[in-house]
T-cell receptor, first 112, second 112 residues
Framework: DAGVIQSPRHEVTEMGQEVTLRCKPI?????LFWYRQTMMRGLELLIY????????DSGMPEDRFSAKMPNASFSTLKIQPSEPRDSAVYFC??????????FGQGTRLTVV | GQQLNQSPQSMFIQEGEDVSMNCTSS?????WLWYKQDPGEGPVLLIA?????ELTSNGRLTAQFGITRKDSFLNISASIPSDVGIYFC????????????FGTGTLLAVQP
């Protein structure tokens, strides 16, 4: 298995633009997580899905952030409009019910 | 968001030395996981612990799930240069669903 696949690896965008991050979880995993990592706040859980259904989105910073999981093999995290403070590394992870989450390589987002 | 207290923040050691790091919380956890993150990569799972008092080894790594369910430690024996990275603990709160809380991380540097 190729593991969790995220795209793009790097994204540089101007403030106000829409940004879409993509994730393909490991085949057969039923949970998917979106994390944000910064120096100041460490690894923060933004949202997670179980069987494609959003279970907990309490970590989503504000309405500018939205996430979807239209099927078991694909998820997106969208930021609209983006702001410089959104600059971070965004990780997607997937797991079975045993909680052993496997992470993708992340998307490094820079908003200028 | 909620985070676990992880210590030390950083360690600078000589190759061959043993290393110990730990995580504590005021809350009770059902599961403890330990991850390692290399620069530019996502965290990789090292060890998973599911029962209070459980002691598990993975090569030179040993981790334990505290009896009180509020702490865990990770030991690395005979460190080598490739052990360099950031180590994170992660836990599932008792009563929570499929959701991990991450520690603040321990940066390990190994001098050859």
């Amino acid at each position: 298995d190729a593991g969790v696949i995220q795209s793009p690896r790097h994204e540089v965008t101007e403030m106000g633009q829409e940004v879409t991050l993509r994730c393909k979880p490991i085949s057969g995993h039923n949970s998917l997580f979106w994390y944000r990592q910064t120096m100041m706040r460490g690894l923060e859980l933004l949202i997670y899905f179980n069987n494609n259904v959003p279970i907990d989105d309490s970590g989503m910073p504000e309405d500018r952030f939205s996430a979807k999981m239209p099927n078991a093999s694909f998820s997106t995290l969208k930021i609209q409009p983006s702001e410089p403070r959104d600059s971070a590394v965004y990780f997607c992870a997937s797991s079975l019910s045993d909680l052993q989450a496997f992470f993708g390589q992340g998307t490094r987002l820079t908003v200028v | 968001g909620q985070q676990l207290n992880q210590s030390p923040q950083s360690m600078f050691i000589q190759e061959g030395e043993d290393v110990s790091m730990n995580c504590t919380s005021s809350s009770i956890f059902n599961t403890w996981l330990w991850y390692k993150q290399d620069p530019g990569e996502g965290p990789v799972l090292l060890i998973a612990l599911y029962k209070a008092g459980e002691l598990t080894s993975n090569g030179r790594l040993t981790a334990q799930f505290g009896i009180t369910r509020k702490d865990s430690f990770l030991n690395i024996s005979a460190s080598i240069p490739s052990d360099v990275g950031i180590y994170f603990c992660a836990g599932q709160l008792r009563g929570a669903t499929n959701k991990l809380i991450f520690g603040t991380g321990t940066l390990l540097a190994v001098q050859p």
